[in-house]
């Protein structure tokens, strides 16, 4: 369920963007979701489509890019990613590490005509 809020803000970015570039219509819009984030880029589609009737996004195609989680040894400053639930340093086997990658949210690009 929380997809809805954050597919709201996702679309009242667009459309401020939209607006200002004085566009008419967006075709394509490129989002990125750390997988951290825990949302669902399928429910973001759901929320979408009904959410986007009546706006210039109205019809626009999603398109998700992934993000893993990303790993910052505090040891060693080695960035990794994870292989598994232990997350410990590949080059030192510390597991004091800090997340480095993996809550973004953002749109990347967007393709308008
Ligand atoms: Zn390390």
Not at 55 to 69: D, I, S
Not at 83 to 92: G, H, K, L, Q, V
Request: some cysteine; overall charge negative; proline content about 4%.
């Amino acid at each position: 369920m929380h997809e809805y809020g954050i597919t709201e803000s996702l679309l009242s970015i667009v459309e401020q963007k939209a607006g200002e570039a004085g566009v008419e219509k967006v075709e394509t819009i490129r989002i990125v979701i750390g997988v951290l984030t825990g949302f669902a880029p399928e429910s973001i589609q759901f929320y979408f489509e009904p959410m986007s009737q009546n706006t210039v996004a109205e019809g626009a195609k999603l398109e998700f890019e992934e993000l893993p989680v990303r790993l910052r040894c505090r040891a060693c400053g080695t960035v990794f990613e994870p292989e598994s639930r232990t997350w410990a340093c590949p080059d030192c086997n510390s597991s004091e590490v800090d997340i480095s990658g993996g809550r973004e949210l953002y749109i990347k690009e967007m393709e308008v005509s």
